[in-house]
């Protein structure tokens, strides 16, 4: 079974990470798909991969034309426009006296702005297809604290937040609004300059396997398998909803003696 058959499918923040590997699923399930990013290089380096079927779109997510700009080229490029995934986000860390104005800023525009500013986008779009599925990317701190990232948290519960009013004033249009969950998924965002990913990898392993009950990192591929089942009519009777793909890690307090991040 080809899961998105005749489906499209805009992806912000497609050129790396999980939205690389939903762009890669949803095409290899039968989507035509538009990769969208600021990282021209890399984001056009995937559309070519994928093939024929995918599309490279620049789009800084906080600018507005630049959304008009990509639901533009989606519906001339490929006819409608069905599934949306606000994957773009980026991560600052610092304790809450030292973080500054600009930082707490920069990320609640890309995180939070950026959201809002995509589903406003699409819902024209949609409605003339007659339905659709947004996919709003959030995280497990979203739904808990964390220490030194104050400006992250608060974006990916505002995106909590928004999910769920858009799903009450979009059903009715046939447009279903969910949000995902990710727990510890080692890609680029939040690495710091100069650390090695492997480092940053093997520390979240470490974490993964005190706290979390399947004793693991997750993948991009997790993640983007969740998507696909969200993007698809599979889940045509969910909405408003939050699903949480973290190993289990925010089920209940960590064994004693665990080590707390």
Not at 6 to 21: D, P
Not at 79 to 96: F, H, M, Q, R
Not at 241 to 249: R, W
């Amino acid at each position: 079974m080809v899961r998105l058959d005749g489906k499209v499918a805009l992806i912000s923040g497609g050129a790396r990470g999980m939205g690389a590997a939903e762009a890669t699923l949803f095409a290899s399930e039968g989507a035509r798909v538009v990769v969208c990013d600021v990282i021209d290089d890399e984001g056009k380096a995937v559309a070519e991969k994928i093939g024929a079927s995918a599309l490279y779109q620049h789009l800084d997510v906080t600018h507005e034309d630049d959304w008009a700009d990509a639901v533009a080229a989606t519906t001339a490029a490929f006819g409608k426009l069905d599934v949306l995934v606000n994957n773009a986000g980026i991560a600052e860390s610092a304790p809450l006296v030292e973080m500054s104005l600009e930082s707490y800023r920069r990320v609640t525009e890309v995180n939070q702005t950026g959201v809002f500013l995509g589903m406003r986008a699409v819902i024209e779009a949609m409605t003339e297809a007659g339905g659709g599925s947004i996919v709003n990317i959030s995280s497990i701190d979203g739904m808990v604290g964390m220490h030194n990232l104050t400006s992250y948290v608060a974006s990916k519960w505002a995106v909590r937040g928004m999910t769920r009013v858009a799903a009450m004033e979009l059903g009715p249009r046939g447009i279903r609004v969910n949000s995902v969950h990710p727990g510890f998924i080692p890609t680029t965002l939040g690495i710091p300059d100069g650390v090695p990913e492997a480092q940053i990898h093997g520390l979240l392993d470490a974490h993964a396997e005190k706290l979390a009950p399947l004793g693991r990192t997750g993948t991009a591929d997790d993640i983007a398998r969740l998507v696909l089942f969200l993007a698809s009519d599979e889940s045509g009777y969910s909405t408003g909803s939050e699903f949480v793909a973290d190993g289990g890690l925010t089920a209940g307090y960590p064994p004693p003696g665990s080590e707390h991040l």
